[in-house]
């Protein structure tokens, strides 16, 4: 396995605008919190003025009761200690709870959060710096994680969704049977299938599931997995939590935010409740107000106002922060400086720096998370044969493909420059026919506009029958393609990281740590 090559985030179309812009710094009001070593070094001070020694102690105490019964690498337990000492900082990514991971850049982002923590200790060694894993354990959306995809199968749970996905118990376990079958004779295959089945042994709810898995795969590099489904952690959030319920703080704070990033791109990633909450009981649900109380969305319960902060007081775990409200609650219980996420994560962090200056909490560097593609040296090959280059995969393929069928054709080059031709004589009459008579003029226009049409249909036409005489070559992009965008998407969205690990097993994710460049945002890819 080798690098192959990079492209930058700024050079991909479908990367969205918003983050490009982000990137380069066109964001008034966020340049500070772009990465560099500068806007790091500022973030270890705004930390250090706002994180206690209290909430250090809290924190400790909380990710120790967290990892009782799991045994701690040497890294683990010095990342640990070191969070009790003021000097040390976390830098964070978090996700969903997959199934077996679910999509590869799973992997990705972790990895690319411990190489971050490994260079700002190289770069700061007066400060401590450790990474950590925030488990999504609060999401309610089974649906979305239950499943997970190698190159010939899908696997899917079928435990029964509603509540906090991270106390759901997926005890059905068809789909480690049936990925047994599929991993069984790969090299790295039985690794897999032992490291499935002690996470997901019966009794044990997904949060516990992922923890021993992430666990598995990264407690040598000494990374921290915390769960906010925690009293202790939320117990902290009890003011921030009030204000939300009284005043729709981040409603009315993000207003001119998300007004401007609508009016500038069309929409923001996450709207904005007047309650950013949920209620947690057996389901978890939407916290609404109608004026008079408080009702939970779906259930038969509702709160007077006195009734819901004495809820609150005396139960703060109850109460779930939704996808806007969480970057609030992971910044404020953790020593964080950076996060590291995928672009839509960063795009809906961008629309709370209003709200965060409010609650007095400092806003983190954000990261957009890197993108990996891991290609054989065989398709390298075939693409390189028919003159692509990488870069080619993430433009518009359909224009990629026009540009080769069509390259060098000769009726094509008669087809433009007769319709140059004919541009620069209707340029020369146009002007003087309308000085002539309007209708006059009106005319030319519409036999200059029916003309270049023909030209346009005449090119079309000739594509289309350019890819039919041109069968073969087409097939071979076609499939070209597929290999490099399994299921049309992005390989990282579609396979799980089981397809690379059964044939290269800890090497592969060593060659993922050694090919991310935490100073870039880029996809690499990787020859195997």
Not at 99 to 122: C, E, M, R, S, W
Not at 146 to 162: P, V
Not at 226 to 246: C, H, P, T, V, Y
Not at 506 to 512: D, I, M, P, T, V
């Amino acid at each position: 396995m080798e690098k192959h090559s990079t492209i930058p985030f700024v050079d991909i179309e479908s990367i969205p605008q918003l983050i490009k812009d982000f990137l380069m710094q066109k964001i008034e009001g966020f340049g500070d919190h772009v990465f560099n070593t500068d806007h790091i070094n500022r973030q270890f001070s705004h930390k250090e003025k706002s994180f206690t020694q209290e909430k250090r102690q809290l924190l400790s105490e909380v990710l120790r009761s967290q990892y009782s019964g799991l045994n701690l690498s040497e890294k683990q337990k010095i990342n640990l200690e070191k969070l009790s000492d003021s000097q040390t900082y976390t830098v964070t990514t978090g996700h969903q709870l997959n199934l077996f991971t679910g999509p590869v850049f799973f992997i990705y982002k972790i990895l690319q959060t411990i190489k971050l923590a490994d260079h700002l200790n190289q770069t700061f060694p007066q400060r401590k710096t450790v990474p950590v894993f925030w488990m999504a354990t609060e999401d309610h959306d089974f649906d979305e994680i239950n499943h997970f995809n190698t190159r010939g199968n899908y696997y899917e749970s079928k435990a029964e969704a509603g509540g906090s996905v991270g106390r759901i118990q997926p005890d059905d376990h068809f789909f480690i049977a049936e990925f047994e079958k599929e991993f069984t004779d790969s090299v790295y295959g039985t690794e897999l299938i032992l490291m499935m089945k002690r996470a997901y042994k019966k009794g044990s709810s997904l949060a516990q599931s992922t923890r021993i898995l992430v666990h598995e795969l990264f407690a040598d590099y000494g990374l921290l997995v915390i769960d906010g489904d925690n009293a202790g952690l939320k117990s902290q959030m009890k003011a921030i939590f009030r204000g939300e319920l009284l005043n729709s703080d981040l409603f009315e704070t993000t207003k001119p935010t998300v007004s401007q990033l609508t009016e500038r791109y069309g929409k923001v990633q996450v709207n904005p409740r007047e309650i950013n909450l949920f209620y947690l009981s057996e389901t978890r649900d939407r916290i609404e107000f109608d004026r008079e109380k408080y009702i939970i969305v779906d259930k038969n319960i509702s709160f007077s106002k006195d009734e819901i902060l004495t809820e609150l007081e005396n139960h703060p775990e109850k109460f779930s922060p939704n996808a806007l409200m969480r970057p609030v609650y992971q910044e404020l219980v953790l020593p964080n400086i950076a996060y590291i996420g995928g672009n839509a994560e960063i795009m809906y962090w961008l629309e709370l720096k209003l709200y965060f200056e409010k609650l007095a909490l400092p806003f983190p560097v954000l990261i957009p998370r890197n993108s990996m593609l891991f290609v054989s040296a065989k398709t390298l090959s075939k693409a390189g044969k028919l003159g692509l280059k990488m870069s080619d995969f993430f433009r518009n393929f359909a224009e990629v493909t026009k540009g080769i069928v069509l390259d060098g054709n000769e009726i094509l080059t008669a087809l433009e420059e007769n319709e140059t031709v004919l541009q620069a004589q209707f340029e020369k009459i146009s002007d003087k026919a309308a000085m002539t008579d309007k209708s006059f003029g009106t005319l030319v226009q519409a036999e200059k506009t029916r003309q270049l049409k023909s030209y346009q249909r005449m090119k079309k036409r000739l594509l289309r029958a350019e890819k039919i005489k041109q069968h073969e070559k087409m097939e071979r992009l076609n499939n070209l393609f597929l290999e490099i965008h399994p299921g049309k998407s992005w390989q990282e969205r579609v396979l799980n990281f089981s397809v690379f690990y059964a044939d290269h097993g800890h090497e592969w994710l060593q060659s993922c740590y050694d090919g991310i460049n935490v100073s870039e945002a880029e996809l690499i890819i990787v020859s195997i």
